[in-house]
């Protein structure tokens, strides 16, 4: 039987950490036929409710569950990790400047990229859910600084998942006959989700759609502010849809996109689109054999240009302010 590949998730007690650690013991975060060891980190407040969620996973006796063990810091945390999923953040909360939120999650993502840096293993791939998510990213990879930044990913899966469903809705045609969508930018109501080079059953999404106010003034809001409006309809925040994200994003990255399509992740720029250098951004990304790559090349219209311009303006002003607090 294979060695089981060492899985450590964040926030293993929250929201998203329930509805995911199941998945990942089913085999939905590499495949049905990869064995997994969980390594839970969380703070030491949360260390019990943690605990009770590893006795519902030992109580679900998952084949592909090789082990659980339980951290209160990174350092333990992190030891011989392959896969990080990086859900524990600091929300925003009420009065709180953005300042705030990035220097709180600079506490808590300086810390965990050391720990990566220095315990994991080398074949490490991180993915950041928990917000800001692609600064988050780039916190983390400014502390590891001996391990390739291509390995720091931050989440919009669930936006281009989310995208995928209005698209869906609108025209009638089934999910898995839409391809090439791309987000764009950061994981934030500035993103920008693209149906111009999006393909319905082969055919231009856009075209298919044919409906540019819709585009404009329906779909594209809808998507960048799904996330209030599911805290508006169940009074809690996206727990199960994120953390269906993450194990796609994971999944993707691991097992590669499909011939002709791709996906959307939080990656490094290379400075393609004129997305500056260094900034984790979100591009059409292919995968292969483990490793991503930005889809260069595409056509960029005015309207779409406008729209990247402004998100990846918001990355930039993150990243001032966060060297500006000295956490980069
Ligand atoms: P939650 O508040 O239910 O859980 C967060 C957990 O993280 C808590 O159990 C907390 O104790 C833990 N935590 C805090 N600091 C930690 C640290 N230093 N180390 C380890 N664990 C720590 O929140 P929920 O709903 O699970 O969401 C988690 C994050 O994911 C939030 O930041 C949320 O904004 C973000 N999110 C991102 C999405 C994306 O598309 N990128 C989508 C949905 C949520």
Known sequence: SRTPVNVTVTGAAGQIGYALLFRIASGHLLGPDVPV??????????????????????????????????????????????VALLVGARPRTAGMERGDLLEANGGIFKPQGEAINAHAADDIKVLVVGNPANTNALIAAAHAPDVPKS??????????????????????????????????????????????????????????????????KTFIPTVAKRGAAIIEARGFSSAASAANAALDH?????????EGDWTSMGVVSNGAYGVAEGLVSSFPVTTKGGEWSIVEGLEIDEFSRGRIDASVKELSEERDAVKQLGLI
């Open 37 to 82: 060891k969980l390594n839970l980190l969380e703070i030491p407040q949360a260390v019990k409710a943690a605990e009770g969620t590893a006795m519902e996973l030992v109580d679900s006796a998952f084949p592909l569950l090789a082990g659980i063990d339980i951290h209160d810091n990174p350092k333990d945390g992190f030891n011989g990790a392959n």
């Open 250 to 258: 994971m999944y993707t990255w691991v097992n590669g996109t499909a």
């Open 151 to 216: 390995r720091f990913t931050a989440m919009t899966r669930l936006d281009h998942n989310r995208a995928l469903g209005q698209l869906a809705l609108k025209t009638g045609a089934p999910v898995a006959d839409i391809t090439n969508l791309t987000i764009w930018g950061n994981h934030s109501a500035t993103q920008y989700p693209d149906v111009f080079h999006a393909k319905i059953a082969g055919k231009n999404a856009a075209e298919v759609v044919n409906d540019q106010e819709w585009i404009e």
